[in-house]
């Protein structure tokens, strides 16, 4: 089994930035894929940023130049800044990552609890 933990969400004034954090722990022999996403109040989970385990990045336009991730594979952990706030990035951000537990295993995906971005204008 594998745990997200992340942390660093928060209250900031438009324009301010934030940085995320999500560490993951557990049976874990390699990560693959690590990303970002988020949810607001009614409306679905959507991609805020991804990052492969050779560290390409993939952005949606939303927050392409604002935002962005990097990893530290010898942490095992994912990072988010987030610079340029704006309101409509209020909601709750998931971390998630591809895991493979075993060297002869599959890959697994796993998510974080979420934590509370709330940007105030």
């Known amino acids: 089994q594998v745990q997200l933990v992340e942390s660093g969400g928060g209250l900031v004034q438009a324009g301010g930035s934030l940085r995320l954090s999500c560490a993951a722990s557990?049976?874990?022999?390699?990560?693959?894929?690590m990303g970002w996403y988020r949810q607001a109040p009614g409306r679905q989970r959507d991609l805020v940023a991804a990052i492969t385990s050779g560290g390409n990045t993939n952005y949606p336009d939303s927050v392409k130049g604002r935002f962005t991730i990097s990893r530290d594979n010898t942490k095992n952990t994912v990072y988010l800044q987030m610079n340029s706030l704006k309101p409509e990035d209020t909601a709750v951000y998931y971390c998630?990552?591809?895991?493979?537990?075993?060297?002869?295993?599959?890959?697994?995906?796993?998510w974080g609890q979420g934590t509370q971005v709330t940007v105030s204008s």
């Open positions: 998630n990552a591809v895991v493979q537990e075993t060297s002869w295993g599959i890959n697994y995906n796993y």
């Open positions: 557990g049976r874990i022999f390699s990560i693959n894929a």
